[in-house]
């Protein structure tokens, strides 16, 4: 499928696991983000990626590792998840160079992620 | 510290009115401006921009206004449908890779 897709859609854990959120995207983008989504904090950026192998801390990064071996996938693992990690985690991505409209970001459906 | 503030949570319009979004930001070096719009269980999608050179841009039924004294920007949909409603996010960057949201405000348009 075009886009950009996330998995698992929802998923549920227990405090200490690891769990990884996959993100794909088919657009060749440059940039992809992920951020989760929090009530009264609106949406926060955990981490990004300007390039394959380049990768950069967001507003709230600690507790998530991510790697991007390749231009299309951009996974977020929790490495030892715990409660406050309960969220609903968003990726994007984006090219620069199109359309004239500035920085505007594609976000995949989501992943609502549990921690027991 | 939110340097993009949505202050109103939520708001409530009648069906053909005028709804207007609320924006505030402190960052001055913020040059693009984005307000997406988000239905439960999707993702935010894109819905109209401003450069910090202008201080109106229109799409539609959607137009934003930039008032770059007051650091203010507001979304004004006219009129308003039932399927406007959704929590909408304002968005702001500073160096075209990275975008500061704020907190949303869930529009309900109701007959």
């Known amino acids: 499928d075009a886009g950009i897709t996330q998995s698992p859609r929802y998923k549920i854990t227990e405090t200490g696991r690891q769990v990884t959120l996959m993100c794909h995207q088919t657009w060749s983008h440059s940039y992809m983000f992920w951020y989760r989504q929090d009530l009264g904090h609106g949406l926060r950026l955990i981490y990004y990626?300007?390039?394959?192998?380049?990768?950069d801390k967001g507003e709230v990064p600690d507790g998530y590792v991510v790697s991007r071996s390749k231009t299309e996938n951009f996974p977020l693992t929790l490495e030892s998840a715990t409660r406050s990690q309960t969220s609903v985690y968003f990726c994007?991505?984006?090219?620069?160079?199109?359309?004239?409209?500035?920085?505007?970001?594609?976000f995949g459906p989501g992943t609502r992620l549990t921690v027991l | 510290d939110q340097q993009v503030k949505q202050n109103s949570p939520s708001l409530s319009v009648q069906e053909g009115r005028i709804s207007i979004l609320n924006c505030d930001y402190t960052n001055s070096m913020f040059d693009y401006f984005l307000w997406y719009k988000k239905y439960p269980a999707e993702g935010p999608t894109f819905l109209i921009s401003?450069?910090?050179?202008?201080d109106k841009n229109e799409d539609g039924r959607f137009t934003v206004f930039l008032n770059k004294s007051a650091k203010h920007l507001s979304l004004h949909i006219v009129p308003s449908q039932p399927g406007d409603s959704a929590v909408y996010f304002c968005?702001?960057?500073?160096?075209?890779?990275?975008?500061?949201f704020g907190t949303g405000t869930r529009l309900q348009v109701f007959p």
């Open positions: 990626s300007a390039a394959a192998d380049i990768t």
């Open positions: 968005a702001a960057t500073a160096n075209t890779d990275k975008l500061i």
């Open positions: 401003i450069s910090s050179i202008k």
């Open positions: 994007a991505s984006s090219e620069l160079s199109t359309s004239g409209r500035g920085n505007e970001q594609f």
